[in-house]
């Protein structure tokens, strides 16, 4: 014999309720009209994603204006900063203004986990987060970026960089406000 819970309060179903087709056809005639409406989903990869400058996709080594090389110095913060220890590189001696140049730089994108503080630590803007997401390696080694794979025009990473100061700027003068504030306690 079935003993009814006193706990279980169960909702009283119309005529309609019970009938079950009716509740049946009215998913499937909202199912239908969404076949109308806009799409607003993008048919990768025919159509390309273009991401804003707040997107962090592969790094890349920033050419200086003058076409002369990368504008990397070889201060070897990027590599201290990046968790995995996915930047390796070597410094030499320049006779250009900057100089110092890496002789070597190299970036094993296996490890690289796109967080970015290779580029918050640069002193030069010469390590940028461009806006490339299909990336893709037939072996470990096509992983491994050198300085030739990684080099790319500013004109590249305009957007990423302009964000970059907005961003910085934005950072310094919170911080600035903060130090006023407690100054005045
Ligand atoms: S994005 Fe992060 S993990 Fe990748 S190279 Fe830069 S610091 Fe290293
Ligand atoms: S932090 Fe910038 S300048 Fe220094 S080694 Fe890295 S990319 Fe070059």
Same mark, same amino acid.
């Given at each position: 014999m079935q003993v009814k819970n006193p706990n279980i309060k169960r909702t009283k179903l119309t005529f309609w309720e019970? %009938?079950? %087709?009716?509740?049946?056809?009215?998913?499937m005639a909202y199912t239908f009209a969404q076949m109308f409406r806009p799409r607003f989903t993008t048919e990768y990869p025919e159509v390309k994603w273009k991401p804003s400058g707040a997107f962090r996709g592969r790094p890349v080594l920033v050419e200086r204006e003058d076409k002369t090389g990368e504008r990397c110095v070889a201060c070897g913060l990027c590599a201290r900063a990046c968790p995995p220890m996915a930047i390796s590189l070597q410094a030499s001696e320049t006779d250009l203004p900057q100089e110092r140049y890496p002789v070597k730089f190299e970036i094993n994108m296996l490890r690289c986990i796109y967080c970015g503080y290779c580029e918050e630590v640069c002193p030069e803007e010469a390590i940028v987060m461009s806006d490339e997401y299909d990336i893709n390696y037939k072996s470990r080694e096509e992983a491994i970026m050198d300085k030739q794979k990684l080099l790319v025009p500013m004109e590249r990473v305009k957007a990423r960089l302009e964000f970059l100061r907005a961003y910085k700027n934005a950072v310094r003068k919170a911080e600035d406000q903060y130090v006023g504030e407690e100054a005045k306690r």
């Open positions: 019970r %009938l079950y %087709l009716p509740e049946i056809f009215k998913g």
